[in-house]
Structures are given as structure tokens and as C-alpha cells.
Nanobody
């Protein structure tokens, strides 16, 4: 069993930056890790995933070149650096873990563990 706890959500102005962190209760070295978000009335969507030792990452076009995911296995922590934030980035952001730290885990579906979420609000 892995428990995930996110932090770092806040309210920022458009163009600003935030860094989210997700701390796991145990080792995540055998897990692909990802960040999802869900805005009101919309489906939950993957915004970043990382697998392997951290050199392999995936981003959808909506956040590519603005968001960066990284992992520190020694600290059981995964980060999401978000730059050039836009109002449409407003959502609850969730950390997720999927067993099997390979490219097959890139899509993170189905995730095995979820965090409780952290709110990110971007004002225009």
C-alpha cells in the first residue's frame, strides 16, 4: 500500500509558476508516477508522467514545454514544475502511482494509487 500526499497548490496570476510535490509513504522506485488534473465539469486528464529512473517523461500537448515532472527516489517524492500558467490550468491536481516502472506505464491507466489532490487556481 502506498499513500500519496500532494502539496504546493495555490492561487497565482496568469504567467506565474508553481511547484507541486507528492510525497509517498513508501518506495516508489518500482512505480511510474504521474500528475493528473480535473477541472469542474471536466474529466480527469493526465498532464505528466515519469518512469524509469526519471529520464523518461510524457506530456500532452496542452502542457508540453510549460510543465516539467521530476522524481527523487531517495526522497520518495515526485515534483511538477508548472511555468507560464494559464487560467485554463485551474484544476485540482492529483498525484498517481502505477506499478511497473516501464514505458507501458506511461499513460498511468489504471493508476494503482491516488493522492487526495491539491487546488491550483490561475487568475487572469
Amino acid at each position: 500500500q502506498v499513500q500519496l500526499v500532494e502539496s504546493g497548490g495555490d492561487m497565482v496570476q496568469a504567467g506565474g509558476s508553481l511547484r507541486l510535490a507528492c510525497v509517498a509513504s513508501g518506495s516508489t522506485s518500482n512505480y511510474a508516477m504521474g500528475w493528473f488534473r480535473q477541472a469542474p465539469g471536466k474529466e480527469r486528464e493526465l498532464v505528466a508522467s515519469v518512469w524509469g529512473s526519471g529520464q523518461n517523461t510524457f506530456y500532452p500537448a496542452s502542457v508540453k514545454d510549460r510543465f516539467a515532472i521530476s522524481r527523487d527516489n531517495a526522497k520518495n517524492t515526485v515534483y511538477l514544475q508548472m511555468n507560464s500558467l494559464k487560467p485554463e490550468d485551474t484544476a485540482v491536481y492529483y498525484c498517481a502511482a502505477k506499478y511497473g516502472n516501464t514505458v507501458q506505464s506511461m499513460g498511468m491507466i489504471p493508476a494503482d494509487y491516488w493522492g487526495q489532490g491539491t487546488q491550483v487556481t490561475v487568475s487572469s
